[in-house]
């Protein structure tokens, strides 16, 4: 290994450091937004009933029955 050899580091690497070391919320906000839109709780009984209720879709859609 030459003496002056250093790691790399990519330019995304160095952003994304950047980026959390001028706004140390940023994991947080992101968890939070996560949140909102994934973690979910799913209620099982209201599942079946949807996949209970569903209704089969015919062969080809367009065609009219008759």
């Given at each position: ?27 947080e906000e ?31 859609v ?5």
């Amino acid at each position: 290994m030459p003496l002056f050899w250093k790691a790399y580091k990519s330019d995304v690497t160095s952003f994304i450091e950047e980026l959390k070391a001028n706004k140390p919320t940023l994991e947080e906000e992101q968890r939070h937004g996560r949140n909102l839109l994934w973690d979910k709780r799913i209620d099982r009984d209201a599942q079946a009933d949807y996949s209970d209720a569903r209704v089969a879709q015919q062969p080809y859609v367009y065609q009219t029955k008759g």
